[in-house]
């Protein structure tokens, strides 16, 4: 089973940049997308952003439209999230998951009940 690592999160003041990135532990090739979301303390989970691993399309939430970009590298498993202009808005704990997302129905799906999300990282948006 592929499990899924995040990193690159951090404290970062607004306006700032971070990177995000997505190792998968296996071959995704069985799968057809990732998708990245975000949960604010009090807040539920929403999706962000969203890429095809067969085609390489994309979609992004509203908030995160000219901001964030989502990339892959096949080759080394990978999907990124570059974050750019960021806010105090998008502080969150941001965790990445296989086929939860579809980028040309631009929908992300509801996670059953009790679905392993790891550990994610914790973007901090603060002056």
């Known amino acids: 089973q592929v499990q899924l690592a995040e990193s690159g999160g951090g404290l970062v003041q607004p306006g700032g940049s971070l990177r995000l990135s997505c190792a998968a532990s296996?071959?995704?090739?069985?799968?057809?997308?990732i998708g990245w979301f975000r949960q604010a303390p009090g807040k539920e989970r929403e999706g962000v952003s969203c890429?095809?691993?067969?085609?390489?399309?994309?979609s992004y939430a509203d908030s995160v439209k000219g901001r964030f970009t989502i990339s892959r590298d096949n080759s080394e498993n990978t999907v990124y999230l570059q974050m750019n202009s960021l806010k105090a808005e998008d502080t969150a704990a941001y965790s990445c998951?296989?086929?939860?997302?579809?980028?040309?129905?631009?929908?992300?799906?509801?996670?059953?009940?009790?679905?392993?999300w790891g550990q994610g990282t914790q973007v901090t948006v603060s002056s």
């Open positions: 998951a296989l086929d939860l997302c579809d980028p040309r129905l631009q929908i992300y799906y509801k996670a059953i009940d009790g679905y392993y």
């Open positions: 296996g071959s995704t090739l069985d799968y057809y997308a």
């Open positions: 890429i095809s691993l067969r085609d390489g399309s994309t």
